[in-house]
């Protein structure tokens, strides 16, 4: 595991230097403060290492080509048909499939049409609002940016409970934010817990819970989570992150609707090379989408579906 100490002059600069320094996958260890600056150790299961371009195979057919855009895509493509070639007709008909699956809606549908009927504006009308997400997808980051939303922009009264103590730090984190933000937080291990929250709960606007991206290996805890989120006095919100690969997207959303989702919001636009690539993940999402998530920064770095694609080209 590669570790590493950052001082920074506050929690959103610690999260941009970790992301540049360690990746996406970095996990905070401790957080103290020194001199009016915070000290964070982060660590990561492996040192991030900068991306090696990859040798141009169609120097040949260059001269066939006028611009370099022409030669990236079309080498692309080329390697796609190669590794296809070398699949068994078992394999081939999976990727065709899959193909089909994830290509076939986005041409059929104009990007406008596509983009106009994700679009939800009544949200945050639940006492209970339940996160959902797989591993990474930036779920800890957003639920402190809701958190600001609703503190701070609606003036609702707030606390947040976390069911996420499975991993190292998961509660720190978030319990960071939140004393930052001045939320009241609740650590959550089992049932016998939310029972004695039950009356101090009682006298908040909405509780915010935090669940953990492997819930799906905590039978006991989801069973908790499925029981909150199928209550009528729960909007469940799953997290949706756009770096990830359209299978995992396509599993992860699978897993998840079994808990009543009634809206998503889309993390790590910022993390898009193609912007293109986020109309093809929206015509495979079953959700309508309330927010993008652009960054690590709370409590900016979060704007309304709706606001984002007044700045889209559509057509």
Do not use: C
């Not at 230097?17 to 260890?29: D, H, Q, R, Y």
């Not at 958190?147 to 960071?176: C, E, H, T």
């Not at 989120?229 to 949706?240: K, R």
């Amino acid at each position: 595991m590669y570790m590493k100490k950052f001082l920074v002059d506050s929690i959103q600069e610690g999260w941009e230097k970790i992301n540049s320094e360690l990746g996406e996958n970095a996990i905070i260890i401790n957080i103290k403060e020194i001199d009016n600056k915070l000290e964070i150790i982060a660590a990561s299961p492996v040192k991030k290492i900068k991306e090696v371009q990859k040798e141009n195979i169609l120097d040949k057919l260059q001269n066939n080509f006028k611009t370099e855009e022409d030669i990236k895509n079309l080498e692309e493509l080329l390697n796609f048909i190669v590794q296809v070639k070398n699949k068994s007709k078992t394999k081939i008909d999976k990727i065709t499939k899959h193909l089909k699956v994830n290509l076939e809606n986005y041409l059929n549908i104009d990007n406008q049409d596509l983009i106009t009927e994700k679009i939800i504006k009544e949200k945050f009308n639940k006492k209970f609002i339940t996160v959902l997400g797989g591993i990474a997808t930036g779920k800890t980051t957003t639920i402190a940016k809701i958190a600001s939303i609703l503190k701070f922009n609606l003036n609702r009264k707030i606390a947040i409970a976390s069911f996420d103590f499975y991993k190292i730090g998961g509660f720190d984190n978030l319990k960071k934010f939140a004393e930052i933000m001045q939320i009241p937080f609740f650590p959550i291990r089992d049932e016998k817990e939310i029972i004695s929250y039950k009356d101090s709960l009682e006298h908040y606007d909405h509780i915010i819970f935090d669940t953990p991206g492997n819930l799906s290996d905590l039978k006991d805890t989801e069973k908790l989570i499925n029981y909150i989120a199928l209550s009528s006095n729960s909007e469940n919100i799953l997290t949706i992150s756009l770096d990830k690969k359209e299978s995992i997207i396509k599993k992860e959303i699978e897993y998840f609707s079994k808990f009543n989702i009634s809206h998503s919001i889309l993390t790590k636009y910022d993390q898009l090379d193609d912007k293109e690539d986020l109309f093809i993940t929206l015509s495979n999402i079953p959700f309508k989408v309330s927010y993008i998530s652009n960054g690590l920064r709370v409590p900016k770095d979060i704007i309304e579906f709706e606001s984002l694609i007044q700045n889209i080209e559509v057509a």
